[in-house]
C-alpha cells in the first residue's frame, strides 16, 4: 500500500525555522510531481478552497513556489530515497496552518494517482 508519511510540524517562534520532510512508502514504479500544500482550518470558507499549493518540484528538479514563501521556503527532493523536503525559514505567523505533501506516484503503465500525507501542524507564534 503507498503512503505518504510526513514529519517536522512544531511549534516555533517568528524569525524561526522548520524543515518538514515527506516519505514515499510501499510499491510503485514512480514518483512524478511532489509538493506541499498547507490548509488553515476554517479559511476554506473564505478563500473558496480548501488546500493552498506553497510549494511544487518536479521530477527534474524545477520547482514553483506561492508568492507569500519565496525567498523563505525552499523545497527539495531525493528521489533515491523517495522524499520531498520544505525548508522553512523566517517563518511568519500567517504562515500557521496544517502542512500536507502530495505526491502524482505512477503504479504502472495504466495507473497514476495523486497521494496525500495525513498532514503536519506548523504553528508560528510567541
Known amino acids: 500500500q503507498v503512503q505518504l508519511v510526513e514529519s517536522g510540524g512544531d511549534l516555533v517562534q517568528p524569525g524561526g525555522s522548520l524543515r518538514l520532510s515527506c516519505a514515499a512508502s510501499?510499491?510503485?514504479?514512480?514518483?512524478?510531481?511532489m509538493g506541499w500544500y498547507r490548509q488553515v482550518p476554517g479559511k476554506e470558507r473564505e478563500s473558496g478552497k480548501e488546500?493552498?499549493?506553497?510549494?511544487?518540484?518536479?521530477?527534474?528538479?524545477?520547482?514553483n513556489y506561492a508568492d507569500s514563501v519565496k525567498g523563505r521556503f525552499t523545497i527539495s527532493r531525493d528521489n533515491a530515497k523517495r522524499t520531498v523536503n520544505l525548508q522553512m525559514n523566517s517563518l511568519k505567523p500567517e504562515d500557521t496552518a496544517v502542512y500536507y505533501c502530495?505526491?502524482?506516484?505512477?503504479?504502472?503503465?495504466?495507473?497514476?494517482?495523486?497521494?496525500w500525507g495525513q498532514g503536519t501542524q506548523v504553528t508560528v507564534s510567541s
Open positions: 502530495n505526491a502524482r506516484i505512477r503504479l504502472d503503465v495504466l495507473r497514476e494517482y495523486d497521494y
Open positions: 510501499g510499491s510503485f514504479f514512480s514518483l512524478d510531481d
Open positions: 488546500r493552498e499549493l506553497v510549494a511544487a518540484i518536479t521530477a527534474g528538479g524545477a520547482t
